[in-house]
């Protein structure tokens, strides 16, 4: 890893310790004002009123920087950030040391108490951070000694003197052991999921290349079929036929890149404005000639006087995979497969809905089916890449696809779109 992005990643990890969660930086602010009042009032110091309200300006600004959207994250950046950490947890640290030296039993449990917080804080939070994790070990080390010199110092007797320090220093010890231990335990669970992550990367490879290498291979075998046949007529006609059916073939390769490249939102659309009534009628026409006898294509209601602006291209490929769809939800039976349109103007936005009289989805699949490579089909019947990429489509559209299991039986799916 290369020093700027070791910075960047740390600086990340900084943000999610220290600055992420609401409830425990309003939490943790609100126990230290009412401490710093309550310490006020009962010792009638300044001190402390300084001491809690200038802990909380300060871990504020150190958290409104470190949200900020465009914090720098080079070396400079982290080291200030780095500074501006141990300032806040020095200043913190240092009132629970000194009201340990106070004459009072109560003041010496709040001081206590403060630096157990703070030994907490830092176990759950810093552990992924190796030099900020060795001061904290480090500050927490010179606070216990700081205390157990002020409890020292207020006991005369020998032998309690040696058991305060043999106490100190042994939970003190015991401490930098387990915040040693956490932090190795982390550092084996990053390097664990890193290998899980790049393990997942290859098995997502190996379902791509398995997913979709036989659509490629149909395709690549009427390409090869019909050049070897035009090799071999001898009228220019049917060569020329069977050239045609070759080019058509290698429109279809192309389209499955692009459509790849729909389903991960990287493809170049080319938008045009579409008039929905004679896109759907055209669209529905063509249906019944691709789809068995055994599916009635019905194209039902009255079909809007609307425009949308997509890749024309696209959107037929997105509701030919859910026409197919459909069609293999409702073999060898057949059905109907019903085309219709649900405009809301108000929201700008128009729903074309396909809907099948299939079984349906069983709901515990309903949120999976388009998850790419996830498929009811069996092995070599589908790349379970269909609906990722209408989805894909949908969202690079600025719409978005719902699916929903009809009371009748069979399955709803809506393709919205913004309107022109």
């Not at 959207?69 to 080079?74: A, E, I, S």
Request: proline share 4%; hydrophobic share 45%; charged share 20%.
């Amino acid at each position: 890893m290369t020093d700027p992005a070791k910075y960047r990643r740390q600086i990340e990890i900084l943000r999610h310790a220290d600055a992420t969660s609401v409830t425990e930086i309003l939490t943790r602010h609100a126990i230290v004002a009412g401490a710093a009042l309550l310490l006020w009032i009962s010792t009638a110091q300044p001190l402390m009123l300084l001491w809690g309200f200038g802990y909380i300006l300060l871990n504020g600004a150190y958290i409104f920087i470190l949200r900020a959207p465009n914090l720098p994250k080079g070396r400079g950046a982290y080291g200030a950030l780095f500074l501006a950490s141990m300032i806040i947890s020095t200043w913190y640290a240092g009132m629970t040391v000194y009201l340990t030296t106070l004459d009072s039993r109560a003041y010496e449990f709040i001081g206590i108490c403060g630096l157990i917080g703070l030994g907490l804080y830092n176990l759950s939070r810093h552990t992924d951070l190796t030099f900020l994790a060795l001061w904290d070990t480090l500050l927490l080390t010179l606070c216990v000694m700081g205390i157990v010199l002020a409890f020292v110092t207020k006991t005369e007797t020998q032998s309690h003197q040696i058991a305060i320090v043999f106490a100190g220093f042994g939970i003190n010890a015991y401490y930098m052991m387990t915040y040693l231990s956490m932090m190795r335990t982390r550092a084996t669970l990053r390097s664990a999921q890193e290998a899980e992550v790049q393990s997942q990367k290859m098995r997502a490879v190996g379902q791509l290349t398995s997913g979709i290498a036989h659509d490629f291979n149909n395709i690549l075998t009427v390409i090869r079929g019909n050049l070897d046949l035009a090799s071999e007529l001898p009228d220019p006609a049917e060569r020329e036929t069977m050239l045609d059916e070759a080019r058509t073939g290698c429109d279809r390769a192309a389209h499955l890149v692009r459509q790849l490249l729909a389903f991960s939102r990287k493809s170049q659309m080319m938008r045009s404005d579409i008039a929905l009534a004679p896109f759907l009628e055209a669209f529905a026409l063509s249906l019944r000639r691709l789809l068995p006898e055994s599916v009635r294509v019905v194209l039902s209601g009255t079909l809007p006087d609307l425009t949308l602006r997509a890749d024309r291209q696209l959107l037929e490929t997105a509701l030919l995979n859910c026409a197919i769809n459909a069609r293999d939800a409702m073999h060898p039976e057949g059905g109907v497969l019903r085309l219709s349109v649900h405009a809301d103007p108000g929201a700008h936005e128009v729903a074309i809905l396909i809907e099948d009289t299939g079984p349906g989805v069983p709901p515990a699949m309903i949120d999976r089916i388009t998850e790419p490579f996830f498929t009811t089909k069996q092995v070599g019947e589908g790349s379970g890449l269909g609906l990722s990429m209408v989805k894909g489509f949908a969202e690079q559209s600025g719409g978005r696809l719902e699916l929903r299991n009809r009371p009748s039986r069979g399955l709803q799916v809506a393709l919205i779109l913004p309107l022109v």
